[in-house]
Structure formats: structure tokens, C-alpha cells
């Protein structure tokens, strides 16, 4: 079976780091596209950014770039999503998604969600 | 404000036609293809169309969904109350390069 399995909720004050992440099985991990989506408390989806682990080329979305950092681990299968310095703004939860191996973007295969909080 | 526009929310009754749109431009639905994507409260997103009027499987055949020029749409006939959910337009942005999803339509089965 397809699978990816994040890593459980996370608290964190301001300025502190994180890294999260997201085990990927039943599939060849390094030929398909793994991204990350933010859903903000009651607000819609927005793509963060997609890594391919063969290579290690990522796609950032400009709103994301130089605030996060993707990468991957393809000894373990696994994808990460990082902060260096969290703000109470970067509460929300955090999706990872496998990409299609097509030209659609379209994402099958999505985390059950990491719920990320902020707070002093 | 989002580069790609949905209405907030649709509502319909059982056994109705309900459509979905979603509004953008030349460098995103002008161009790509456009996803759609279902969310039930408090799960994972889930692909519903893709690749513009493409079904993965297991999506019921009510669901369709069409594309013209730089507006897209999903299309639900027979509505059933499990339809009840928030919906997605996804599409990747050549200006932007990076996908850019709709900011979501909630549809209410009356």
C-alpha cells in the first residue's frame, strides 16, 4: 500500500526550530515528486514547495522561499519540511503530498497532516 | 487574494447538478492543466479530478470536470449528502512557478 505517514503535532515558541517530516512507503520514493502544503487554522491550501528525491531539485513557491527548507532522506524514505526560526504565524498544519508521475501537478497520495503550534 | 478565483460556496439539494468554477489567467489555467481536489472536514485533501476532466479511481462518475480558456470548472450531478465538503482548484503558475490552488468552494447539501 501507498503510504505517507508524517510525524506527530509540535509545539514551539518563538524563534525556536523545527523539522518535520513525512516516511514514504510502497513505492519508489526517489522517482516521485514529494511537496509540502500549509493549511492555516480555517483557511484553505497553499503549496510550499516540491522536492524530487532522485536529484534533490526543488521547486519553491516564492511566498515560501528562504522561510522553509525541503529535503529528503532517501536512505529512509523519508521528506522533511524545516524552520530555522518559527513565528506564531507559521501555526497551521502541514500536509505532504506525493506528485503524480505525470504533467498534471496533480497531487495522489497526501499525509494525514502535521499540526504545528506556535506560541510563547 | 488568490491568482486562481472560486466562489466561496455552492449549495444544492439532493439529487441536483451543481457546478463548481474557478477563475485564473494565460500563465496558469490558460496553460496547465487544472486539479481538483475534495476535503472533508478535518482529513487529508483527496484528488477528485485531474489533469482537467481526468478520474482517479474510486471518484463516482457524478463528478466531471471541464476546462475553456482560462476558467475551469467541476461539475456534480445527482448530489448525494457524502458530497458535503470543501473543494480545491489546483493549477500550476508558469509566472509564478509553483502550483496555486483556488482559495476553496464549500458546497452544503440542503
Known amino acids: 500500500e501507498v503510504q505517507l505517514v508524517q510525524s506527530g503535532a509540535e509545539v514551539r515558541k518563538p524563534g525556536e526550530s523545527l523539522k518535520i517530516s513525512c516516511k514514504a512507503s510502497g513505492y519508489n520514493f526517489p522517482k516521485h515528486w514529494i511537496g509540502w502544503v500549509r493549511q492555516m487554522p480555517g483557511k484553505g491550501l497553499e503549496w510550499m514547495g516540491i522536492?524530487?528525491?532522485?536529484?534533490?531539485?526543488?521547486k519553491y513557491n516564492p511566498s515560501f522561499q528562504g522561510q522553509v527548507t525541503i529535503s529528503v532522506d532517501n536512505s529512509i524514505t523519508t521528506a522533511y519540511l524545516q524552520w530555522n526560526s518559527l513565528k506564531a504565524s507559521d501555526t497551521a498544519l502541514y500536509y505532504c503530498?506525493?506528485?503524480?508521475?505525470?504533467?498534471?501537478?496533480?497531487?495522489?497520495?497526501w499525509g494525514q497532516g502535521t499540526t504545528v503550534t506556535v506560541s510563547s | 487574494q488568490s491568482v486562481v478565483t472560486q466562489p466561496p460556496s455552492v449549495s444544492g439539494t439532493p439529487g441536483q447538478r451543481v457546478t463548481i468554477s474557478c477563475s485564473g489567467s494565460?500563465?496558469?489555467?490558460?496553460?496547465?492543466?487544472v486539479n481538483w481536489y475534495q476535503q472533508l472536514p478535518r482529513t487529508a485533501p483527496k484528488v477528485f479530478i485531474y489533469g482537467n476532466n481526468q478520474r482517479p479511481s474510486g471518484v463516482p462518475d457524478r463528478f466531471s470536470g471541464s476546462k475553456s480558456g482560462t476558467s475551469a470548472s467541476l461539475a456534480i450531478s445527482g448530489l448525494q449528502s457524502e458530497d458535503e465538503a470543501e473543494y480545491y482548484c489546483?493549477?500550476?503558475?508558469?509566472?509564478?512557478?509553483?502550483?496555486?490552488f483556488g482559495g476553496g468552494t464549500k458546497l452544503t447539501v440542503l
Open positions: 503530498a506525493r506528485r503524480q508521475r505525470d504533467y498534471t501537478y496533480a497531487m495522489d497520495v
Open positions: 522536492i524530487y528525491p532522485s536529484d534533490s531539485d526543488i
Open positions: 489546483a493549477v500550476w503558475d508558469d509566472s509564478l512557478s509553483a502550483v496555486v
Open positions: 494565460s500563465s496558469n489555467i490558460g496553460t496547465n492543466f
